[in-house]
């Protein structure tokens, strides 16, 4: 099919009007950024003694990096406890059985409808009350993170399943598979790479809402770019801001890379896979060695 059955290709006049809007939309751009260091210059922000401390190991090593490990922590224990309360909620909502299907699709639906911060606020406050005197900061960050994400990853899962062609299904029911054996064996292997776009993005809503631990004092990178180091190296704010924003979106950009990896490596494994077997012997043609009748 001919691109040009999808569009009109721009004639002169459009392509000078695409033109004249790219200038204009790159020099808007540029006029925003030069107003910002402008105005940060004009603070003070970009002085050398400013940012000198971030050229010092001491200031990664005692500053940022604990923090960093901090945000790493809470992200990695949430995420994995997120996806397996995806996949089995997921799951359950997909059960034939009124009892597991209807509690597992309350508890997603409520803890979906709570805002996080709340979430991490009444688990924070609770389990004092609960357990006594403590610091259950990571603890109230990492399940306030799974019961959140883990909920929107259950209707991921559930999605991802229920858009497998029904034919699949049926065709190993066909073959006396069971219930269990077909979401396993069959419909979940093939809704991986369909839902995977969707859960590296969750992930990366995950990762960045940890930055939410600043609330209760936990000891993350949002935490020591605008809490620690500011109150250690004066005047130290915005530089801080701009280092931690940039190290969030590193974060992010390997996340989404490492999924994108991933998805790929699926798709080469199923592509090279073998051809299925056919049942009997292959045909013999006349003259191949055997008499024909």
């Known amino acids: 099919m001919s691109a040009s059955v999808l569009f009109d290709i721009p004639g002169p006049r459009a392509r000078m009007r695409n033109g004249l809007l790219?200038?204009?939309?790159?020099?808007?751009?540029?006029?925003?950024?030069?107003?910002?260091?402008?105005?940060?210059?004009?603070?003070?922000?970009?002085?050398?003694?400013?940012?000198?401390?971030f050229l010092k190991w001491n200031t990664w090593q005692v500053y940022i990096i604990p923090g960093l490990i901090g945000t790493l922590r809470a992200a990695a224990a949430a995420s994995v406890l997120a996806l397996v309360f995806g996949i089995v909620f997921g799951l359950a909502r997909l059960s034939d059985h009124s009892w597991i299907r209807i509690p597992a699709g309350a508890v997603v639906e409520i803890f979906r409808a709570i805002p996080l911060l709340l979430l991490i606020f009444f688990i924070f406050y609770l389990f004092p009350t609960l357990m006594g005197g403590g610091d259950y900061g990571f603890v109230a960050l990492v399940?306030?993170?799974?019961?959140?994400?883990?909920?929107?990853?259950?209707?991921?899962?559930?999605?991802?399943v229920n858009a497998v062609p029904k034919g699949q299904a049926e065709a190993a029911y066909a073959v006396g598979m069971r219930k269990n054996q077909v979401m396993r064996l069959v419909l979940v292997p093939q809704a991986v790479t369909a839902m995977m776009p969707a859960i590296v993005s969750q992930l990366v809503v995950l990762l960045k809402d940890t930055a939410l631990g600043y609330?209760?004092?936990?000891?993350?990178?949002?935490?020591?770019?605008?809490?620690?180091?500011?109150?250690?190296?004066?005047g130290a704010l915005i530089p801080a801001a701009i280092v931690v924003g940039v190290i969030y979106v590193a974060l992010n950009m390997a996340l989404s890379f490492l999924a994108t990896w991933l998805e790929r490596r699926s798709r080469r494994s199923r592509r090279s896979a073998a051809p299925p077997i056919t049942a009997g012997p292959e045909p013999i043609e006349a003259g191949a060695g055997s008499a024909v009748p």
């Open 143 to 160: 399940l306030g993170l799974t019961l959140y994400n883990g909920s929107v990853l259950a209707e991921i899962v559930r999605a991802g």
């Open 22 to 53: 790219t200038v204009l939309g790159v020099a808007a751009v540029a006029a925003a950024l030069y107003g910002v260091y402008a105005g940060f210059d004009a603070k003070g922000q970009w002085a050398a003694e400013i940012w000198l401390p």
């Open 215 to 234: 609330i209760i004092a936990y000891v993350d990178l949002l935490n020591t770019g605008f809490n620690i180091l500011p109150a250690a190296i004066f």
